[in-house]
């Protein structure tokens, strides 16, 4: 499979939680990951240069070559520490909107966190499992600036694939449930190299209280009883608070990426600061 080729832990990640639902191609260059189904997904759309030359404007041709109808530009590089620099000025230059990715992982031992007193951890089953869900996505990308009715048309799209990819048996999702409320939720796919977290997120009500931790704990069993032997992977800035959630768990820095994204007009973009 081609995103078994992938040398850096987090590019093969990335391709796996789209394995199902995505054609991946091996080019001597790159590797291009498509999904059809989905043409709004930038993260899903994209190529991973091999090497870590930035030479933008070949890029950008590239990328326009194997995605001509496309009306974004997503582009990442497959190894394992790369930050941003001066030789990626052409590309800003370009408006590319550049990201620098922590990739952290779990070699060593995990620090368990059981789940609060009232809070149930399980699978997501039921439609109205999935519906609270979809709700909780909209209710944090809201928070973080995305224009909600646009980004519920991407979301309910991204969660139809999800749903075959666990139908499937790539993936699981979980959800803590204070009562029938859904207060946090995440998703984990694993294969016996990498097991990917993907889409932690807390109600606003029911943060710092440990909800996070103990859903880390039941995705990493999840996972490791699938394939002992995997590591646990995620994106998430160190410093940040989702990062230091992840180093109390026992999680540490492995690798960093790069992403440069040049968006679309008008699709779920952040408003201007």
Known sequence: MTYKSAQSLGVRSNLLVAQGVSITEQQEDRIILRMPDEPYNWGGNMLYFKGDEIRAEEHVARFKQDFPTMAHIALSWDVSDMTIGPDHKGLSDLGFELEQLDILTLTGSLNRSEAPKGIIIRPVTSETDWEQVIQLQLDVGEEQGYERSSFEHFIRGRFLARRKQIQDGWAIWLGAFDG?????????????????????????????????????????????????DTIPVLQALSDGPAGRVYRRCGFAHQETQVLAILPPQGMYERPEE
């Open 180 to 228: 029938d409320l859904l207060v946090a939720d995440l998703g984990i796919y694993a294969d016996k190299v990498v097991a990917r977290f993907q889409d932690v997120e807390t109600r606003k009500s029911h943060r710092k209280k440990g909800i996070c931790a103990a859903l880390v704990t039941a995705g990493i069993d999840w996972a490791k009883s699938k394939a002992p």
